[in-house]
């Protein structure tokens, strides 16, 4: 067994710092402290408070990555404080560390955020288990493990937020439901027990607070401490939005099955094609663009694709291997 | 060294909205003495819209195309981020997962394919940088791009999930410090521009459905360049490309600024150091045009 030695390192903080009641803009506060290679995020913050400044407030409670309570922004990473290491925060970004709270325009003081948007998504999927349960069973409700494989840990999501404030769209479009709304949703729907139907899935469909609004830039299977991978349980909802017969004809679910129609017939993609039988008569705002767009040569008509060699073999896969219908 | 040689799938934008980078790509690879073998069989890679669709259908389309790299006993080199993903992803799914992969090859046998695992799956700028070697590069640069600041814009699906970095290429890089672009920036002769949004979504994938979403990250992601005083944009994925070279009326829109920088291929730009000339890169191909060539 090779022996464990701890070692020390110089590390710079900026920390954030802002009290909703008393000041009109946040400032930073500077710390330089030598850091071991045992400690985390957490303890940090507990040597900000215990050592430099007790007004200095945070989240803590359970130490262990279980209530969620710590995660904050590590150089605009979402981190959990009790989870992530220093070593692995220096490995990351250097040893000069900003602290921030998961959302600075939703800060409250210091580290401390306003997640009732988080909640209120988060209550609006219908996280719990809909099912008429028998309240006086002769036996046990079994799962199987296959079953229960099913949910691909999402079950493990803790809610600490980290996702949600890792997402661009949360920023930018305030119905979107967000990472952590979407996998809790999917954890219900890939439950065997859950008889939900189509309750949530119709709501998951609906444009801006849904499903098809994720722009699918990976940020929350990055950051989640849990390892839920939320984009994951995001593409397979929209599957079973499919599956369900909850997809509806709109931009979005013309776009996703367009790309087979177009695969049957070049096996690459006719992008203007695409776009015609995405949008439909939605097309016209498109005409500004797509008219510089041709006079430089971006543009290739249906007649001009190069379509893809053995194009035989790729029908009958597209016959044979497809498993969805619209 | 032995000549570098590789299966190149090209995805769909470099034979139709992006012709400028399946120009800059022959080119470079020419200028460098990499052999690329165009995989003309291979089908769109469902671009993760198809996969919100039909999963096994992307599956097996994806794996078809890299049993054809793996028959040319070649590792495969993708241009755009998104088919990287989407074909590394797939990979991934079925090197992990033998049931999986006894299921899609089912499929394929039926074609006379076989998907065996054997072809590594990477990114041109990955290949370059891991197998070229950026010293080499530095040798060749015949034009230092020395009098420019350039915006490193890395594109989602090449640095996330970051689980597929170790599988992808040799020396796996952070998703929240990058480096390979700057990198290839600095071999260049250039000066790299940080800025928080190098690393961050365009928002490509929902232009259709969420127009305002999309413009305002492409926006934000051409202000933080000029913010930090790039002269012009590099991107290896033509989707942030689209993005940021034909969207920037909507994005300015958006945000409430103008914004507008010249955005170049990756390829386009290490062309210009090695020497390639504005024709063979198809610079003309451009809506926001290249003004310092």
Redesign the interface.
Same mark, same amino acid.
């Given at each position: 067994m090779s022996t464990h030695t701890i070692t020390t390192q110089k590390v710079n903080f900026k920390v954030f710092r802002f009290n909703a009641d008393e000041d009109y803009l946040p400032y930073y506060d500077d710390y330089t402290m030598e850091v071991t290679s045992e400690e985390v995020v957490l303890d940090i913050l507990n040597r900000i408070k215990w050592d430099y400044d007790g007004s200095f407030s945070y989240r803590r409670s359970c130490r262990h990555g279980i209530c969620g309570a710590c995660a904050i922004k590590v150089?605009?990473?979402s981190t959990l404080a009790c989870k992530e290491s220093m070593n692995t925060m220096v490995d990351?970004?250097g040893s000069d560390l900003i602290f921030e709270p998961l959302s600075i325009k939703r800060a409250v003081k210091d580290m401390i955020i306003d997640k009732k948007d988080f909640w209120e998504k988060h209550d609006a999927i219908h996280p719990y288990l809909i099912s008429d349960v028998d309240e006086h069973p002769e036996h046990e409700h079994l799962v199987t493990p296959e079953e229960a494989e099913e949910l691909n840990e999402a079950d493990l999501c803790i809610q600490c937020g980290a996702c949600h404030y890792a997402c661009?769209?949360v920023e930018?479009?305030e119905d979107f439901f967000g990472p952590a709304a979407f996998a809790k949703a999917y954890r219900f729907e890939a439950d065997v027990r859950d008889d939900a139907h189509t309750l949530r899935l119709v709501e998951l469909h609906e444009?801006?607070q849904g499903l098809?609004?994720? *722009?699918?830039?990976?940020?929350c299977?990055?950051v989640c401490p849990k390892d839920v991978?939320p984009?994951e349980k995001i #593409?397979k909802l929209?599957?079973m939005l499919?599956k369900e017969g909850v997809a509806t004809s709109? !931009?979005?679910?013309r776009?996703? !099955?367009g790309?087979?129609h177009?695969?049957v017939k070049n096996? *690459?993609?006719d992008?203007?094609g695409l776009?015609l039988y995405?949008?439909g008569p939605g097309i016209v705002k498109h005409i500004? !663009?797509a008219l510089?767009?041709f006079v430089?040569?971006?543009? !290739?008509p249906p007649w001009g694709? #190069?379509k893809?060699?053995?194009l035989d073999?790729?029908k009958?896969?597209?016959k044979?291997?497809?498993?969805?219908k619209? | 060294m032995k000549k570098l040689k590789y299966a190149l799938f090209t995805g769909c934008t470099a034979k139709q909205s992006t012709p400028e980078q399946m120009m800059s790509t022959l080119a470079v690879a020419d200028k460098l003495g990499i052999e690329l073998v165009e995989l003309t069989e291979a089908s769109c890679c469902g671009a993760s819209h198809l996969q919100d669709y039909d999963d096994f259908l992307s599956l097996v389309l994806n794996a078809r195309n890299i049993a054809y790299a793996e028959k040319h006993g070649l590792t495969m080199v993708t241009i755009c981020n998104t088919c990287q993903l989407n074909t590394a992803m797939t990979k991934h799914r079925l090197d992990t997962n033998a049931a999986l992969k006894a299921k899609v090859n089912e499929k394929l046998k039926e074609v006379g394919l076989e998907y065996q695992g054997t072809s590594m799956v990477t990114h041109f700028l990955y290949a370059i940088i891991d197998d070229f070697g950026l010293d080499k590069i530095k040798e060749m640069v015949v034009t230092p791009l020395s009098q420019f600041n350039i915006a490193p814009f890395y594109g989602c699906h090449n640095i996330r999930p970051s689980e597929l970095q170790n599988e992808t290429h040799k020396k796996p890089e952070s998703a929240y410090r990058p480096t390979s672009l700057d990198d290839l920036i600095i071999a260049c002769g250039g000066k790299n521009v940080d800025y928080a949004e190098k690393n961050k979504c365009c928002g490509f994938h929902v232009e259709l459905q969420a127009p305002r979403t999309a413009a305002i990250l492409t926006g934000n992601a051409i202000a933080g360049a000029m913010d930090n005083n790039a002269d012009w944009m590099v991107t290896p994925c033509p989707l942030c490309h689209l993005k940021l070279d034909t969207q920037t009326g909507h994005a300015s829109e958006a945000i409430g600024r103008e914004v507008a920088l010249p955005v170049l291929h990756m390829q386009q730009m290490l062309g210009l150091a090695l020497g390639c000339s504005a024709e063979q890169l198809g610079l003309k191909h451009h809506l926001t045009k290249v003004n310092f060539v």
């Open positions: 150089n605009g990473r990351l970004f661009p769209v930018i479009n444009e801006k098809w609004d994720c *722009v699918k830039c990976f940020e299977a990055e991978n984009i #593409t929209h599957q499919f709109n !931009v979005a679910t776009h996703a !099955v790309f087979k177009s695969i096996g *690459v993609l992008e203007g776009v995405s949008e500004p !663009v510089r767009m430089k040569g971006k543009i !290739v694709i #190069t893809s060699d053995k073999e790729i009958k896969l597209v044979s291997s497809s498993t969805a619209f | -």
